[in-house]
């Protein structure tokens, strides 16, 4: 494995990323799924006919 920076071995090199970006795009990801899920959800509930009375 290469490491561009001279001062990291290869295991440092693999270590995490401190600032998590990778976590941040995974909720960010995840928050707009469930938005977008919703938003399907209530728009299809919208369209639903209106229940007729029983007779």
Same mark, same amino acid.
Request: hydrophobic share 45%; proline share 9%.
């Given at each position: @494995? !290469? $490491?561009?920076?001279?001062?990291? &071995? $290869? %295991? !440092? #090199?693999?270590? *995490? &990323?401190?600032?998590? @970006? &990778?976590?941040? #795009? =995974? +909720? #960010?990801? =995840?928050?707009?799924? #469930? +938005?977008?899920? *919703?938003? +399907?959800? =209530? +728009?299809?509930?919208? @369209?639903?006919? *209106?229940? %007729?009375? *029983?007779?």
């Amino acid at each position: @494995m !290469e $490491t561009y920076d001279p001062d990291k &071995n $290869t %295991t !440092e #090199v693999r270590q *995490a &990323n401190p600032r998590k @970006m &990778n976590l941040r #795009v =995974l +909720v #960010v990801s =995840l928050i707009g799924i #469930v +938005v977008l899920f *919703a938003i +399907v959800y =209530l +728009v299809l509930g919208m @369209m639903q006919p *209106a229940p %007729t009375p *029983a007779s």
